[in-house]
């Protein structure tokens, strides 16, 4: 029922459902008060309105964006509960007393702040609004750009201004209770100054110095720092902010490039959620100052999802343009008709070549390239035997499996997540399994934002998992090694508390005017973040055991990560069974569709050296019987050849194949400019007919 009441609420948690209730019983026992009239009740249904209300804020919560919509926003929250002082004074008979004449007053004119504070706030933050906001790119030495308001000012202003009537209300409800108007003036005063404070404090920034420079300035900044760096390859990438992992699996590749990476955004948001680069990063949300940047130098873009507003660069004819995508798997989106406006289309393996070549949608088989998948690097291949922690039966330790199940798309297919039909049976039957198996769970971050039904199964899958390592953990036949897990756990703490250090704090994270200044990499931090990122991932699964089932929510660990402590894999068609199968361990995908064994692996490569489930999971014993007895595994061989064609050969690496790839690719682009300027220069070029021209041969039209 509480899951029902979340999933309507659309809230994030149970504390914040909760929070919610508060919040709009508050008010109703706020009115109440002031009738009866109390004022020790109305203090306390003042406190949870402001606790909840506050609450709420800091999660970001949707219901307080939909409580705007319906005209019941923040300043109207405040204005009621004044209003309702306002009704418990003059129901204690305080309507004659100077008292009740100053609250109004007060109130009156604090309002009357909101006008001039919302405005200057507006104003600054629209001129620190920068056309283009960056990371790497040095742009504090060319020109000046201002610290923002100190203290936080700009951080959840009107928030923080409505906050101030906090003094007035505490003081006026001890003057009612005391019968003093002392108290309330004070209150009163206090309340007055600082909002009158918070305005003047604001006022120099909208003047002088405190300006930003303009935008046309910012672009020649950014234009001049372009022809100084350079760029020679592109990433350009556009999307929602839950779509940012689809340029971070790029980023490490980018930073391994032989020539010089650019890293090129076009929403605010994908930069808000960037993972931490050494590549310099220019994000630029309005296409017309795209297409007025200067990216002669670049001879190669890559382009990782296809979306509309690749068109901006995509008309740029001096470079070559690339669809590399964000993953490699056998569905439809892998062979977008789309792909024909690239150059190229770049590969891990064969298969990627196949698909379009079978799916022939106009890409030709001369425009495809095959490089492999650089960001497969860290994922550790199994020899045959599991080795250390995460044993099987060959060293008595419990082996471990990873559910890694995909979300459920957009179109209501059945086969694109096992969650529905299978994954309760899925789990189930890896927890009772004998020789007990230990289980991981990691959903994908999608999983339930389209289909409740994915997300109550997702719900019930947690429960199962939890509940059983609950029970593992009193179990005497799995002995932790107490003391390695203490020391682990303090492992975690120093590293995270270091990494939090080197990070800074969100008090250094600054406005955007600031970090497009200030975001300068310090390459002697970010290596040592990269380090103890390391050091963390190898801290943690000591300290969770190496048989306790673990459900793994969040962006730690990576899914790699839980890839290399892992024996075996059960998952859906996606890219992630393409990239386990770099491993080289066993593997089982659910045919949720119920296309048939045969079928099923001929519209799916990447599950042809897999054990094929159906909903029922009754073929999970074939995969912990590959994991126990390797040596008598009947598809190891079937595997190691599919894992090439999937992916490509081991040598050379990947990302060598791509740097070649890249080199190519710019060589060719280069002597197409050549040419080109060789042709204007001889006169032989020929002009392009003018849309007149072709408006008049169309016979369409007249």
Same mark, same amino acid.
């Given at each position: ?133 960056? $990371?790497?790119?040095?742009? +504090? ?70 300006? *930003? ?103 740029? *004819? ?8 964000? +993953? ?26 196949? $698909? ?48 890694? *199940? ?63 390592? %609950? ?5 005497? $036949?799995?002995?932790?090694?107490? %003391? ?219």
């Amino acid at each position: 029922m509480i899951s029902t009441a979340i999933r309507v609420a659309r809230v994030g948690s149970a504390a914040e459902l909760a929070a919610a209730a508060l919040m709009m019983l508050g008010y109703p026992a706020l009115m109440l008060a002031a009738l009866i009239p109390s004022v020790p009740a109305f203090a306390a249904a003042t406190v949870v309105t402001y606790v909840a209300d506050h609450y709420l804020h800091r999660q970001a919560s949707y219901l307080i964006n939909r409580l705007s919509k319906v005209r019941a926003g923040l300043s109207i929250r405040f204005l009621i509960r004044q209003l309702l002082l306002i009704l418990l004074l003059a129901r204690m008979d305080l309507s004659d007393n100077l008292i009740f004449y100053g609250a109004i007053a007060c109130f009156i004119a604090f309002y009357g702040l909101q006008a001039p504070h919302g405005a200057v706030v507006t104003l600054i933050r629209n001129r620190r609004r920068m056309p283009v906001a960056t $990371r790497n790119v040095d742009l +504090g030495s060319r020109i000046h750009i201002p610290d923002a308001p100190k203290f936080g000012l700009l951080e959840r202003s009107a928030e923080k201004m409505l906050h101030l009537d906090l003094f007035a209300v505490v003081g006026l409800l001890i003057s009612a209770e005391l019968d003093s108007a002392v108290a309330g003036f004070i209150g009163i005063g206090i309340t007055l100054f600082l909002g009158t404070l918070y305005v003047v404090a604001l006022l120099p920034y909208i003047r002088g110095t405190k300006i *930003p420079p303009t935008p046309e300035v910012i672009l020649e900044a950014v234009d001049d720092w372009l022809h100084e760096y350079k760029p020679q390859t592109v990433l350009c990438f556009s999307g929602s902010k839950d779509s940012a992992y689809q340029v971070n699996m790029w980023l490490e590749t980018m930073e391994q490039l032989d020539t010089r990476p650019l890293v090129l955004l076009r929403e605010r948001v994908i930069l808000q959620n960037l993972a931490p680069t050494k590549a310099p990063v220019i994000c630029v949300p309005g296409g017309v100052h795209l297409m007025n940047m200067d990216l002669s130098s670049v001879r190669v873009a890559l382009y990782a999802a296809n979306v509309g507003k690749n068109i901006h660069l995509l008309r740029v *004819p001096t470079m070559k343009h690339v669809f590399i995508g964000h +993953g490699d798997s056998d569905k439809l989106a892998s062979v977008n008709p789309f792909s024909k406006v690239y150059d190229e289309v770049w590969t891990a393996g064969r298969a990627g070549r196949d $698909r379009y070549a079978i799916a022939d949608v106009g890409v030709r088989d001369d425009d495809i390239v095959e490089v492999g998948r650089p960001q497969l690097a860290p994922i550790q291949t199994w020899q045959g035997v599991p080795e250390g922690p995460r044993g099987g039966a060959a060293d008595g330790r419990c082996p471990t499996v990873l559910y890694a *199940p995909t979300w459920e798309g957009w179109d209501n297919d059945p086969g694109n997540t096992s969650l529905l039909l299978a994954g309760e049976n899925i789990v189930k039957k890896l927890l009772k399994a004998d020789p007990p198996v230990r289980v991981l769970y990691k959903p994908h971050p999608f999983t339930g934002t389209v289909s409740p039904a994915a997300g109550s199964a997702h719900r019930k899958i947690v429960a199962l998992v939890e509940k059983a390592a %609950a029970q593992r953990a009193s179990d005497p $036949r799995f002995q932790a090694d107490t %003391a390695a897990q203490a020391k682990a756990k303090a492992d975690l703490a120093r590293i995270e508390a270091r990494i939090s250090e080197l990070s800074g704090g969100p008090a250094d994270k600054g406005d955007e005017a600031e970090l497009t200044r200030d975001g300068v990499v310090d390459l002697a931090k970010y290596e040592e973040i990269a380090r103890l990122r390391a050091e963390w991932n190898d801290a943690y699964w000591t300290s969770v055991g190496t048989f306790e089932h673990r459900v793994i929510a969040g962006a730690e660990p990576r899914l790699y990560d839980c890839f290399n402590v892992s024996d075996a894999m059960v998952s859906d068609i996606s890219s992630v069974v393409s990239d386990f199968i770099a491993s080289g361990k066993p593997y089982a995908v659910t045919d949720s569709a119920k296309l048939g064994v045969e079928e099923f692996k001929r519209q799916n490569t990447a599950v042809r050296a897999a054990v094929i489930l159906s909903n029922k999971a009754t073929e999970l014993g074939e995969l912990l019987a590959a994991v126990r007895t390797p040596d008598a595994d009947p598809m190891a061989e079937d595997r190691k050849e599919l894992k090439e064609y999937l992916l490509g050969p081991d040598e050379p690496t990947s990302i060598e194949q791509f740097n070649t790839a890249v080199e190519n690719l710019a060589l060719k682009s280069e002597t197409r400019n050549v040419g080109q300027e060789r042709a204007a220069a001889s006169g032989d070029a020929v002009s392009p007919p003018s849309a007149e021209a072709h408006l008049s041969a169309d016979p369409t039209v007249g």
